[in-house]
């Protein structure tokens, strides 16, 4: 059955940098679109961030534009997201999920990233 | 940018009631809309794909409507796994979602 798990996350003071990881397993991850989603604590869902299968594509938040970077290594069935130039307000519980041409189907149980001081 | 907006923002209802969520985007999306459920410290779970296609495995007391600006999500008899929160997704021009409708126990 379809895997997403993703790892990555943790404390990181302002300005820092931290890059997430997302394992995939159980579909052919190459054929694949790929989501970056997050959530900041007791809010909703916010788009981050969306790769097509073999990353020639790209699109981001515009929150995110300039700072952050989404990128796959298809050999590994891993996705990545490069975040630079951490803010406060981008503290969240990061979701990877598999794109079903345009919706997310499936997601990963997210990662907790915190940006304090 | 495509703003969606959900009301309520907050539901109190019964087992067995009948409830409706409505999710109005800022210009036509057509029918390029997902629903989506979401438990407490869980990852959200697909229920409605282009506006009323069931996912697999979701119980058929889910149902979606609408196009253009304004959807629907319907639950026809409310269970007791079916207190959560459910958010709508425009994904016709990028990604947006909608800000939620919590769900809860009346």
New interface residues.
């Given amino acids: 059955q379809v895997q997403l798990v993703e790892s990555g996350g943790g404390v990181v003071q302002p300005g820092g940098s931290l890059r997430l990881s997302c394992a995939a397993s159980g579909f052919t991850f190459s054929s694949y679109g790929m ?1 970056w ?1 997050r959530q900041a604590p007791g809010k ?4 981050v961030a ?1 790769i097509r299968y073999d990353g020639s594509n790209k ?1 981001y ?2 929150s995110v534009k300039g700072r952050f970077t989404i990128s796959r290594d298809n050999s590994k069935n891993t996705l990545y997201l490069q975040m630079n130039s951490l803010r406060a307000e981008d503290t969240a519980v990061y ?1 990877c999920a598999k794109d ?1 041409v ?9 990662t907790l990233v915190t940006v304090s001081s | ?1 495509i703003q969606m907006t959900q009301s309520p923002s907050t539901l109190s209802a019964s087992v067995g009631d009948r409830v409706t969520i409505t999710c109005r985007a800022s210009q036509s999306i057509s029918s ?1 809309l ?1 629903w ?1 459920q ?1 438990k407490p410290g ?5 229920l409605i ?1 282009k506006a009323s296609s069931l ?1 697999s495995g979701v119980p058929s007391r889910f149902s979606g409507s609408g196009s253009g600006t304004e959807f629907t999500l319907t639950i026809s008899s409310l269970q007791p796994d079916d207190f959560a929160t459910y ?1 709508c ?1 425009q ?1 016709n021009s ?7 409708t919590k769900v809860e126990i009346k």
């Fill in positions: 989501h989603v909703g869902l916010e788009w969306f699109y938040a515009d979701y079903g345009g919706y997310c189907i499936y997601w990963g149980q997210g | 940018d390029w997902a989506y979401q869980k990852a959200p779970k697909l794909y996912e958010y997704q994904y990028y990604w947006t979602f909608g800000g939620g």
